[in-house]
């Protein structure tokens, strides 16, 4: 699955620099350079880390950080700034940054930081995410628009399995094979009714449709 990576940066050169480099890593870059568009676009593109300037021109780079702490706790955050005093490093450490590199620095540096925090991030965080769906790996409970959702085991399972792969299309054999371990006995239209008991659960009375179908292919969960 590939990794998004917001970078939040007023410098445009520096932007520029950083988004070629990272892209060239393999990662999905999306860039801004402000705190509102910052703020925007991470709800919108659902980010597994943010670059983060501290010295925006319009929100304090620090004012951004602690509403994503609020509204995104699983978020990897590394913060990157002229600030370089002790005491600075401390604050943005203590609002929640997963990592403070000071300016100039190295872009292998900072490579070297990005994959440390997403390995760290996908060890410890129980949260799989699609939009506004929640599957809470922790607590073994799912939630959209904060509406809890009951499901069965298998339905569970199913929608792990999905958002572990999100933006994936997963065949009919694939999902049998995961699930129900391809046994004998169970036939291949037990996906479709199930995938059919997901979607009720999930998608229905709400204008975006999450769980999407490519025909003759197989099913998959969509942003």
């Known amino acids: 699955m590939s990794t998004k990576i917001l970078i939040v940066e007023d410098d445009i050169d520096l932007q520029k620099t950083l988004c070629d480099f ?3 890593e393999g990662f999905i870059v999306d860039t801004c350079s402000s705190g509102s568009e910052a703020l925007r676009k991470i709800e919108k593109l659902q980010p597994n880390l943010v670059l983060l300037d ?13 509403k994503v702490r609020v509204d995104y706790p ?3 955050v590394v913060i990157l700034t002229a600030k370089s005093k002790p005491q600075e490093i401390a604050e943005g450490l203590n609002l929640g940054a997963d990592d403070y590199l000071p300016k100039p620095f190295s872009v292998e540096e900072l490579l070297a ?3 440390a925090r997403i390995k760290t991030r996908k060890l ?13 790996l922790s607590k073994m409970i799912a939630k ?14 199913l929608l792990r399995y999905l958002l572990e792969n999100k933006g994936i299309v997963l065949t009919r054999d694939m999902i049998l094979n995961h699930i129900w371990d391809y046994s004998s006995e169970v036939e ?3 996906v479709d009714v199930y995938i059919g008991y997901l979607r009720r659960k999930i998608d229905s009375g709400f204008p975006k449709k999450l769980i999407k179908n490519r025909r003759g292919f197989g099913y998959l969960i969509e942003e």
Do not use: F, M
């Not at 410890?124 to 809470?136: E, Q």
């Not at 959209?144 to 399972?157: A, F, P």
């Open 22 to 24: 990272i892209r060239n």
């Open 54 to 66: 501290l010295g925006l021109p319009d929100i304090q780079g620090e004012d951004v950080l602690k």
């Open 74 to 76: 699983h978020l990897a």
């Open 113 to 115: 930081r990005i994959n």
């Open 124 to 136: 410890n965080n129980p949260l799989l995410t699609a939009g506004d769906l929640v599957l809470d």
């Open 144 to 157: 959209r628009s904060k509406r809890k959702i009951k499901l069965t085991k298998t339905e569970y399972d």
């Open 188 to 190: 291949s239209r037990v």
